[in-house]
Each structure stands twice: as structure tokens, then as C-alpha cells.
């Protein structure tokens, strides 16, 4: 089975939306305790933001902007493995990133 542009874009438009909009476990507890614990009203302010935010982003499937940061894709692929193209590889995962700034 040949692994084409499409399917290789869809796969990386998929894991940017999961990773814009499920926040792991461990990071939202880190926030919340954070929250219980800071005295600056400035910070606690942030931090209730950002806890309100991901509320909202959870009711309405959107993304939580954490940090804006730079896609970065690792690609481990089997000895047994084809692709349409190397090009095509990187064309979807530009595709994806492009459709995930824009869609998620």
C-alpha cells in the first residue's frame, strides 16, 4: 500500500487539531494547583484565564493557545514503507499545517 500526500496530510491535520485542543491531564492539574497557590493578582488573574479558556475550548471543541510555538514533525516510517513521493511527504505536511492555522 502506497501512503499518498493525502493520507499523509490528513494524519498530520489530525494531530495538530488533538494537540490544540486536548490539553493533557498533567498540564491542566499543574495550572489549577498553580492557581490555588499564587498570592499575586496578576498571575492568579492569568491563570484563571487560561483555566477559563480551556473550559471554553473544551465546550466548543476549539483550540487552547498555551503557546503559539513551531510545528515540528518527526517521521519514522518502516524499511517496507512507500510513499507517492519524498516531496509528497513534505507537501502534506506543509498542506496540514497550513489547513490546521486556518480550520482549527
Do not use: H, W
Not at 484565564?49 to 516510517?77: F, I, Q, S, W
Amino acid at each position: 500500500m502506497t501512503i499518498t500526500r493525502a493520507k499523509v496530510e490528513e494524519a498530520a491535520f489530525t494531530i495538530m487539531q488533538k494537540a490544540a485542543i486536548d490539553i493533557p491531564d498533567d498540564y491542566l492539574g499543574g495550572i489549577k494547583r498553580m492557581s490555588e497557590r499564587e498570592d499575586g493578582d496578576l498571575s492568579a488573574f492569568v491563570l484563571k484565564a487560561m483555566l477559563d479558556n480551556y473550559e471554553a475550548a473544551k465546550e466548543d471543541r476549539r483550540p487552547m493557545c498555551a503557546d503559539t510555538g513551531l510545528p515540528r514533525y518527526y517521521v519514522k516510517m518502516g524499511d517496507k514503507a512507500q510513499l507517492d513521493c519524498f516531496v509528497g511527504l513534505d507537501q502534506g505536511l506543509r498542506a496540514a499545517t497550513a489547513r490546521a492555522t486556518t480550520e482549527v
